[in-house]
């Protein structure tokens, strides 16, 4: 079993910055994809970003080259960093890890990011 705990949500104005956390319990923390989704109010939950265990990177269009995904095994946390961020990032933002992108089995409570124009 596996929990996930988001932090570093908040407000912020359009161009501004914002770090996201997940910290991940459990020994197999490295074997895991990670993945960061969100869902805007009214609309369904979308793909951000991921991360393999082998530090591989993916991203959905509409955040690349603004939003960087890492990983810090020894911590076992995995970090979302925002840039340049636009008000069409308005969403709860939620982590999830899995042994593959089409099945991450675990998800974290969410965390609200609000984005002013």
């Known amino acids: 079993q596996v929990q996930l705990v988001e932090s570093g949500g908040g407000l912020v104005q359009a161009g501004g910055s914002l770090r996201l956390s997940c910290a991940a319990s459990g020994r197999t923390f490295s074997t895991y994809v990670m993945g960061w989704f969100r869902q805007a109010p009214g609309k369904e939950r979308e793909f951000v970003a991921a991360?393999?265990?082998?530090?591989?990177?993916n991203y959905a269009d509409s955040v690349k080259g603004r939003f960087t995904i890492s990983r810090d095994n020894a911590k076992n946390t995995v970090y979302l960093q925002m840039n340049s961020l636009k008000p069409e990032d308005t969403a709860v933002y939620y982590c999830a890890a899995g042994f593959g992108l089409a099945t991450l089995d675990y998800w974290g409570q969410g965390t609200q990011v609000t984005v002013s124009s």
């Open positions: 991360i393999s265990f082998s530090v591989d990177t």
